[in-house]
């Protein structure tokens, strides 16, 4: 007897089943026919998603490697899709028939949760729209970071919504929170084209002043990649051990800074060889002609 219950219970639950699923509702649609619409649906979207993706990025003009407002192209197609995601979830459940009324507690508990938890994350979300919306920086541009974590700098690779990607002079990744970001001291050399080098150098304390000037003058006239010479200067900057610090001061196009910086060294050695003018080392010896 309990036996036949026990099938009869079997035989009524998989009738409630295939009821649920094949019997129409009130439209003349059965669930399967639901889910399969839902399917479809989801399936039509992310392939219109995969096209309208591309031709918003060719109407953007989005392309590989620096461009001045790539990040805030990619984050307005971001946005466009998840919004259009997020309509696409509402339209499933109302084709499922999935009451909305019921979960709005269980969401807006979730909600909180997650908020609590990822408030980091929000406010890095919030920094990066931010940082676009303002144009602090963009795409290309080489920028100096200075926060309470320390300091770094090098070329804006990407601004995402959580994270500024940059690259430094010797080809590694530096990966800012966008949070960070927008509390930082941010120096952005790229806006005006050019930028300005400090050159010191130390000499000895009985070197002639006019010498030393002269000799740091003829770099400055004689290198091409200096610009705006009128700009430029030379002074006795402060005494230090065993010298006197004089510094260089110029301007060079923003792509030649890292090439003029590198070559000074050399150039206002040769300049001191020639005018006999003496480097101050740490100790009392000095460089002579």
């Known amino acids: 007897m309990k036996t036949l219950d026990a099938w009869q ?3 009524d639950f998989w009738k409630r089943v295939g009821d649920f699923f094949w019997v129409p509702d009130g439209d003349g649609l059965n669930y399967l026919a639901r889910i399969g619409i839902a399917v479809a649906l989801i399936v039509f979207t992310w392939l219109i998603l995969k096209l309208v993706t591309i031709g918003l990025k060719k109407a953007f003009k989005v392309k590989r490697g620096p461009d001045v407002d790539a990040s805030a192209k990619l984050l307005i197609i971001s946005v466009i899709k998840f919004l259009i995601w997020v309509g696409i979830g509402f339209a499933v459940c ?5 009451n909305l ?3 709005g507690g269980v969401v ?3 909600g909180v949760a997650l908020g609590l938890a990822l408030q980091d994350l929000i406010g890095s979300f919030f920094s990066g729209i931010l940082i676009l919306n303002q144009k602090i920086i963009r795409t290309g541009d080489y920028i100096s970071v200075k926060n309470a974590f320390g300091e770094c700098e090098g070329t804006v690779e990407r601004v995402h919504f959580f994270i500024t990607i940059l690259r430094n002079v010797k080809g590694q990744r530096i990966i800012i929170p966008n949070k960070n970001m927008a509390s930082a001291v941010v120096t952005n ?3 005006s084209g050019e930028r300005r080098i400090d050159f010191d150098v130390r000499v000895s304390i009985d070197a002639d002043v006019k010498v030393v000037k002269e000799a740091l003058w003829s770099v400055i006239k004689d290198e091409p990649l200096v610009i705006n010479t009128d700009k430029s200067d ?3 900057e ?3 051990e065993y010298g006197v610090n004089f510094r260089l001061r110029c301007w060079t196009k923003f792509e030649d800074y890292w090439t003029l910086y590198n070559q000074l060294t050399e150039r206002v050695l040769l300049a001191f060889k020639e005018k006999g003018v003496s480097i101050a ?3 009392e010896r000095n460089i002579k002609k």
């Open 234 to 236: 030379v002074y006795a």
């Open 108 to 110: 807006a508990s979730i």
């Open 101 to 103: 009324t019921g979960l």
């Open 9 to 11: 219970g079997w035989v």
């Open 189 to 191: 050399y790229t806006v």
């Open 94 to 98: 109302g084709i499922l028939k999935i």
């Open 238 to 240: 402060s005494f230090v």
């Open 281 to 283: 080392l740490s100790t």
